[in-house]
């Protein structure tokens, strides 16, 4: 399904530029011979990201019918607890809201809802490029710029790093741009005078939460709205803020999306209904619910007469470090596989800025000999970088 799709996307825009990146432009055509030419499957394929070769993986993992393994390029490959069902075409590997990393499973059908969902609702156009600043192996980077690309022609603009002059270099390139970010992005961006005059036609947050303050300097200095958006690994795209002024509260999170239904359960936690639903996780857990077009998030909040969703807190355990969600559970079994302490607790505390909104504290009890200093530079080995405790004790 999805590379039948990407066929009929690929041929009506074969001369059109696909990726841009570094060496250049590669075309839809030209992207889609080197799909072809690609080694058959024999089985899951772990597509890394930093290239055009991650989106040669992906597509070509759905070329021979199997699922991919979006990863970041220095990840350390995913180990599953269960092989992907028939039928799988895409394995989400993320720690959620619960904090234990646990792969979740996705039919075509729902992948491919989710895409369709976001185009209509975000008006993408094949026209205006997507901004690669965030990861394209997170479920929001993969929905909001792999899936465009494949599934509707939505050009991608790859920058290698979201530092402030690398993307006014790519603003330069182009007369308008869709920009996905994170907070911490769009502070930095903020900060150094960059989006004054921009040619960002849809700006979005997503992540961690977007401060009031950030957004209102932000439209106040350059006059450019920033979009919150809300979505979950487990089902894609939720809600979206398509107001064109500044919040009035950071709780609100937009309206949801068409096709998405939103029911607050009786302890508060948000149930969302669609068919990007994913067909479930790897591993199940007793106060799971997923499958079946149902998922029944660990977040917090509450709809209001208008029909905007309002988010007041959660009950999962996962770190939010400038919008990336980080297992205490991984943490604490990479800083247990040093050998170096006797016991480990991994837990987030709030950032003194907003933007990061959580940072990682590792308490330990150090084993004889072992000093923090060794015990840092050994516990990275085994972490990716946002993942490392910035406090100890």
Known sequence: MLYLRWLETSRRFATKPA???????VSFGDLAQAVEA?????????ARTGGI???VDVLRAWRDGVAVLPIEKDAPP???????????VL???TPGASGVPRGIFLTGAQVAADADRLVNAMELDPAVPNLAVISLSHSYGFSNIVLPLVLHGIPVRMVPVPFPRIVE????AHEQVVLPAVPSMWRAWQRAGILTGAPVRLALSAGAPLALSLETEVFEQSGLKIHNFYGASECGGIALDLTTIPRVSPDIMGTPLPGVRLIVSDEGRLRVESDAVAQGYEVSRSDDLLGNGIYLTRDLGFIDPGGVLHLTGTTGSAINVAGRKVSPAKVEAA????GMVRSVRVRGIASADPERCEEISATVELAAGATLDALRSAASRHLQSWEVPRHWT
């Open 169 to 172: 270099e790519a603003f330069r």
């Open 78 to 88: 995913p180990v599953l607890g269960r092989p992907p069902s028939a039928g799988v």
């Open 19 to 25: 990726v841009f990146d570094e060496a250049g432009a």
């Open 91 to 93: 394995v989400k590997h």
């Open 53 to 55: 070769s991650f989106f």
């Open 335 to 338: 800083i247990l596989a040093t």
């Open 38 to 46: 690609a080694p058959k499957c024999s089985g899951p394929v772990v």
